[in-house]
């Protein structure tokens, strides 16, 4: 019982020094300030990511004209075996390698809603997917989108905007 008390003390001092200013305080945080900092630095930026940072998602353009998404996120839903299949993780480095394929010149500026900016898009390039299994292939658009800001969750219907695009032709 006491060394679960011991170890209860020593984490709640870690968090509290790392977490912003609130009106809590313990006895001697600011002595043991420096001292947590070096043993245990922690930064929750380690473990999670800005969710107001921009997404690059794959569509690809179907036989009647329409596109379709080919991410396969969510990484937990049941059709990944709920995290267990790992081919939603791999879809983001796939899709990285085929980024480098493409130049700054090759993007293009979305200021309307997708499908609108998506309407008239032209491959910018042929290329080969270097990835060993993959899951972008054909007439694709790779669409950078930013999240809609939480406060503003009610005044639109959609979670994310598009910002720009890049169409390509994909052979695998």
């Not at 921009?54 to 991410?71: K, M």
């Not at 910018?124 to 790779?142: D, F, I, M, Q, Y």
């Amino acid at each position: 019982m006491a060394l679960a008390a011991v170890w209860g003390v020593a984490v709640l001092y870690v968090a509290e020094i790392h977490v912003p200013k609130n009106v809590l305080s313990l006895p001697g945080q600011k002595q043991a300030r420096s001292t947590v900092a070096n043993v245990a630095p922690q930064g929750w930026a380690f473990f999670t990511k800005s969710p107001r940072d921009v997404e690059v998602l794959p569509y690809r353009r179907t036989a009647d004209g329409t596109w379709t998404s080919l991410a396969l996120t969510p990484h937990s839903s049941p059709h990944n075996a709920f995290g267990l299949d790992r081919a939603s993780r791999s879809q983001g480095i796939e899709i990285s390698l085929l980024l480098n394929l493409a130049e700054k010149k090759d993007w293009k500026e979305c200021e309307e809603d997708l499908t609108d900016c998506l309407a008239d898009a032209r491959p910018a390039r042929k290329v080969k997917n270097p990835s060993p299994e993959p899951t972008v292939c054909g007439r694709v658009a790779l669409v950078q989108e930013k999240p809609v800001p939480w406060a503003w969750r009610d005044l639109v219907h959609e979670r994310t905007t598009p910002e720009r695009y890049l169409a390509m032709d994909v052979t695998c």
